[in-house]
């Protein structure tokens, strides 16, 4: 996770520093506003390409509480980190690039998608976007990378303690077959509902851990495209992995962390049960 937080916070710092993020917030408002944003979203999902961690830490830019959860929600759903994004070029690009664009399409669809619905039901409005825009300039490398510093240290401190006891206690949960209890639990709708092998029970479940990892146990598997199509979706709008999981917690709390996951859950199955039937 880390590089990519480095990598992604240098170019936020830039982009911040140029002054391209205030123009590109207005040029979206309207768009944004139409899932429950205002522009200045945009930020944390361009950041979800990347890694999902710092993305869902970026929400804390909106000024809402019901936005930051409709962001972060949306991030963890739709947006694919760079290694999973890896994993599937490799795996779905192998049976042709149209299977690819599936991945992609679908993804978009159910971002815009979930944002309407929990715009439409989330109550409260989206504030609008008071913005003053800065001239271009060229910032000084110095002060980019003081900005750069000052944010990976603060992730540091925060999230690394919290993520470190998680992935253990997973692990041992992992180790004393908790994980295996929930692979028998889930085949019915993994074989069923999804039309996934058996083979693939397992790799959903370790989805919890690392996205990039389950898919590949997903490409050891004898698949169909079909099936890598669905199973790509799927694990992308699973549960978030480990590092995401823990800080999707954090930043916003006990209940509307279980709300994100719900809509995560139910989405998941409803997208991978619709993509089994028309596919």
């Given at each position: 996770?880390?590089?990519?937080?480095?990598?992604?916070?240098?170019?936020?710092?830039?982009?911040?520093d140029?002054?391209?993020?205030?123009?590109?917030?207005?040029?979206?408002?309207?768009?944004?506003?139409?899932?429950?944003?205002?522009?200045?979203?945009?930020?944390?999902?361009?950041?979800?390409?990347?890694?999902?961690?710092?993305?869902?830490?970026?929400?804390?830019?909106?000024?809402?509480?019901?936005?930051?959860?409709?962001?972060?929600?949306?991030?963890?759903?739709?947006?694919?980190?760079?290694?999973?994004?890896?994993?599937?070029?490799?795996?779905?690009?192998?049976?042709?690039?149209?299977?690819?664009?599936?991945?992609?399409?679908?993804?978009?669809?159910?971002?815009?998608?979930?944002?309407?619905?929990?715009?439409?039901?989330?109550?409260?409005?989206?504030?609008?976007?008071?913005?003053?825009?800065?001239?271009?300039?060229?910032?000084?490398?110095?002060?980019?990378?003081?900005?750069?510093?000052?944010?990976?240290?603060?992730?540091?401190?925060e999230?690394?303690?919290?993520?470190?006891?998680?992935?253990?206690?997973v692990?041992?949960?992992?180790?004393?077959?908790?994980?295996?209890?929930?692979?028998?639990?889930?085949?019915?709708?993994?074989?069923?509902i999804?039309?996934?092998?058996?083979?693939?029970?397992?790799?959903?479940?370790?989805?919890?851990?690392r996205?990039?990892?389950?898919?590949?146990?997903?490409?050891?598997?004898?698949?169909?495209?079909?099936?890598?199509?669905?199973?790509?979706v799927?694990?992308?709008?699973?549960f978030?992995?480990?590092?995401?999981?823990?800080?999707?917690?954090?930043?916003?709390?006990?209940?509307?962390?279980?709300?994100?996951?719900?809509?995560?859950?139910?989405?998941?199955?409803?997208?991978?049960?619709?993509?089994?039937l028309i596919?």
């Open positions: 996770v880390l590089p990519y937080i480095i990598a992604f916070y240098l170019i936020l710092g830039i982009l911040e140029v002054g391209y993020l205030p123009r590109l917030a207005v040029l979206l408002d309207t768009t944004m506003h139409r899932f429950g944003l205002h522009g200045f979203a945009i930020i944390p999902t361009l950041l979800g390409l990347g890694c999902n961690v710092p993305a869902i830490l970026a929400t804390r830019v909106l000024e809402s509480r019901r936005e930051r959860f409709i962001a972060a929600t949306l991030v963890a759903i739709a947006v694919p980190c760079a290694s999973a994004q890896a994993m599937i070029f490799g795996l779905v690009g192998a049976f042709g690039t149209e299977y690819v664009l599936m991945v992609y399409g679908t993804l978009l669809v159910v971002w815009v998608i979930i944002g309407l619905i929990l715009n439409r039901i989330m109550k409260g409005l989206s504030p609008e976007l008071l913005i003053e825009i800065p001239p271009y300039r060229l910032p000084p490398v110095r002060t980019v990378l003081q900005k750069l510093n000052m944010r990976v240290q603060g992730f540091l401190r999230a690394v303690p919290i993520i470190l006891l998680a992935i253990i206690v692990n041992m949960l992992f180790f004393i077959g908790v994980f295996d209890a929930a692979a028998r639990f889930a085949a019915p709708v993994v074989t069923g999804l039309g996934l092998p058996e083979d693939s029970v397992t790799a959903i479940v370790i989805g919890m851990l996205k990039d990892a389950a898919l590949g146990m997903l490409g050891a598997t004898v698949m169909t495209a079909k099936q890598m199509v669905i199973g790509s799927v694990l992308t709008m699973f978030p992995c480990i590092a995401a999981f823990v800080v999707l917690y954090r930043e916003l709390g006990m209940v509307d962390f279980f709300k994100s996951l719900t809509v995560m859950l139910t989405s998941s199955i409803v997208v991978g049960g619709i993509l089994n596919l």
